[in-house]
Structure formats: structure tokens, C-alpha cells
């Protein structure tokens, strides 16, 4: 129900969080303005894979996550994992962090309390399908293929356990070369034994954020782009953002800048160790083009459908930086892919981009208020999961901004990593 009194928001971000919150803020009658530093959707948004899935929205920091790490770095032509030496000052921090979050009772706990989250999504999507802003949602189910009978019922055990969560039914059983050649004719040799999960869904992400822009704007909502936001202090009952046009004023910010939020955190005493974890996709053309989102064993690398597209996606890279694609990469990807998929020509690829995941040390989004200067949002921090977690983050921002602290979740606090080291408290007194 739109509140008559609502003032105005200014989100910083026109991604996937900053588009996200937006909606729900001009559900509950706020002015809204989105400033974008380049595009709308120019971050991770329009690069990324497409799932909505809160079935396999677990965390990811683990011990399998540190120990394939680890694997990756030893053979830095073949894993899936690739940490830049000259990065290392900007990442350590993350990644001493990353690790301590990595035991088996901390990655269960944080996945209890991404499920919070996970719980909501397949409604508030279903809500948005309704809404016409979702469209093309696709639901055929994830197929998971797998050279070996060994490694495919190791995956369906664990996607069993998985679904005992109650997000996705169980997966069916595993087939073999025959019936998997049936589900999808175009698969290569490497695919022997496989079976589908059903569950979670999938969509263009492109498309996505051009509905979320176009409803935003028919609502009343200014999306000014090419507008990068340099600072953010509250003063008094107003909040300040400079940019290079000048000061603008707001009631309330959201900062949503996805994996550059830590530049805006930082001056106002949240400590984040929000990180650019680089992930890659492009396009291929196949001669039978896959009905499923496909996951090509123990590769990492994944294959989603997209009307009449192919979407091939996967990898984490953290070199210190937001943006530039590594050739050397991509040509990685698609020799890992090769052996299992048929009809393709890798060299005439598309769309070769790369997207900045916001990941944070825990695996968990940052979503509150900024103590001491509660008129500002962070909302950032999605990881992997930005698409996934998006309707119910800002479900959360709006009541952020309608109530203030008081709409707290703590697994979720923006401080829980500068308070565990006692930084931030006074600098967060931004207000004068
Ligand atoms: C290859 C790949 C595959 C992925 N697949 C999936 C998937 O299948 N499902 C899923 O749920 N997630 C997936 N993700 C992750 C998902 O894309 C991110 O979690 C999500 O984009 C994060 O949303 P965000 O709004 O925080 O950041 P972004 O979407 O990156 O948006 C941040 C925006 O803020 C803008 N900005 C930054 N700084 C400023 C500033 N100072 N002033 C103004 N504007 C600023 C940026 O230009 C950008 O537009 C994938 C990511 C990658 C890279």
C-alpha cells in the first residue's frame, strides 16, 4: 500500500539491487531518482547467467570452495578459480575473511540464513511475471551431466541433500548416454551419465533490466545515467551525494553499486571487504540448442538457454580489478566446454564480456542502515546471487527506508565486519 507521507530515495546503482529496490520503494510511494555512473544494468547485471534460483543459493565460502581454490591455483590453465599476484594487497583481506567463514557450522548457518531471503524469491517472482516486468521465465530444469557414474551420483547426493531443504523437489534419477541424448540431442562425448533437477528458473537478464527501467520510469522514477556518485554523507534529516554535476540532496539513499560500493562504504565507516570477483560469458550458436541449463561436470562452467541465444558462463577472477576481459580466459572456458557439447563453432563466439560479482568474506549480502547515519541503505554484496536474491533484497531496502533500524536482520548487518575489528563507529557519525 503506497504511504501518502513517503519522501524521496536516490539509489545509487542502476543494476540489479539498485533496479530491484527501486520497484518496491515505488510500490510503497517513494519518489524515486537512480544515478548510474555508466548504463543501466552496465555492472554484473547484463553478463550474468541468468538463474533464479533459490534452491542452489548456498553460500559460498566452504571448504570444497578453499580447497578447489587452492587446486586452481596449482594449474592456473585449467581450474576455475585464478587470483592475480599483484591483486593480493587489495584481496587479502577478503580472502582471510573468506576463509575463517569456511567451516562446515558457519557455511550452514549463513546458508539457514540465505534461505530467509531464498524463501521469498519464487513468489516475488511469480508476483513480477504477473506484473508483466518477468517475462520469458524458463523452466525445464537444470540438467547435470557428468563423465563418470561416480561423479553424477555424487552431484545427485548432494542436490538430493539440497532439496531436503524444501526449495526444489528431489532430482531424478540418474540416466545414462542413451536417455540423455534424448533430453538434449546436441550433448558431446564427455556427457555419459547425467540427470535433471527441477526447481529453479531461468531468464534473459537483459530483458529483465530493461522492464525494470521501463516500469520504474512509467511509475514516475528518474534514471539518470552517466552520473557516477564520488561521495555520500548524511547531514541532519537530508542526505548529501556529490557528483560531478554537484551536490544533489535525497531523504534517503540506497547505496547499490554493486562490486564499486566499497569506495562509497569506506568514507562513512563501513568496512565491507566488498571484492570484484570477475566471472565471464558469451554466446554460441548451437546447431541444437539446449532446452536445459546445462552444468558440464566438475568444470564450473554452465550453459543456459536464452530464446535464441546460448549463454555459456562461469569462472572467478579476482586480479584487484572491475573490468577487462582476459582472451585467455574465454578460450579456457571453451575447452572445458568442448567435450560436452556437440555443433558448436567456438571461434565465432559473441558477446565475450566480463561482470564484477560484489563478493563479500561471508558469502552474505550486506543490507541495513549505516549506524549513525541511518538515512543511507547499503544493499549491496549479492555475490553470485544478485539476479537470484534481487525482489527480496528490495522487498528489505523499502522497509529499510519506511522503518530504519528497526527492520534489521542481523545475519545481513553492514557493520558485522567493521565491528568485529572496532573500526567504523565514530566515522559512521556522518552527520553533523
Ligand atoms: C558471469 C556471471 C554470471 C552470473 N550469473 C548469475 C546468475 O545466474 N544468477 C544470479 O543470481 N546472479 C548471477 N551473477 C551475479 C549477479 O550478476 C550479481 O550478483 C549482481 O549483478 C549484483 O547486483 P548489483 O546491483 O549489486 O551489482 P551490479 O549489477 O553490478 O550493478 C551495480 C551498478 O552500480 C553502478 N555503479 C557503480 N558505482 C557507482 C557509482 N559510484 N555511482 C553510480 N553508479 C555506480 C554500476 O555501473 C552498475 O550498473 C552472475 C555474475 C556473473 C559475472
Redesign the pocket.
Known sequence: MPDPHAGDVTV????????FSAHYLLERGYDVTL???????????R???????PARSDPLPSWGVVRDGVRSLARPYGGSFFLGARALPHVAGYLGRFVLSSGAHRFERSWDELDVLNRQTAGLIDELVEAGIVSGLQDEGFLMVHPTREQAEASWASLSAVSRRGLSPAPEPVVGRGELLELEPGLGEAARFGFVHRGDR?LD?SRLVDRLVGSAISRGARVVTE????AVRQRGSRVELATPAGVIEAGHVVI??????E??LRPIGVRGYVTPG????FTVHPERPPRHVLRLGDTHVGV?PMGDRTRV???VELDGTHEGVHTERIALMKRQAAPYLTGIDWDASTDEA?????MTPDGKPLIGCVPGAERIVV????????????AATGVLVAAFVAKGPAAAVPAFDPMRFTRRHGLGSARARAHD
Request: proline share 5%; aromatic share 6%.
Open positions: 545509487v546503482g542502476a543494476g540489479l539491487i539498485g533496479l544515478l548510474e555512473r555508466g548504463t543501466a544494468g552496465g555492472g554484473a547485471a553478463v550474468n547467467g541468468g538463474w533464479v534460483c531461468w537478464p552520473t557516477p556518485v564520488r547499490a553499486a554493486g562490486a564499486w560500493s569506495e562509497l570477475k566471472g565471464y560469458s543456459t558462463l562461469g569462472l566480463v561482470g564484477a560479482r560484489p544493499a549491496t554484496g549479492h555475490n553470485m546471487l544478485g539476479l537470484s536474491l534481487g
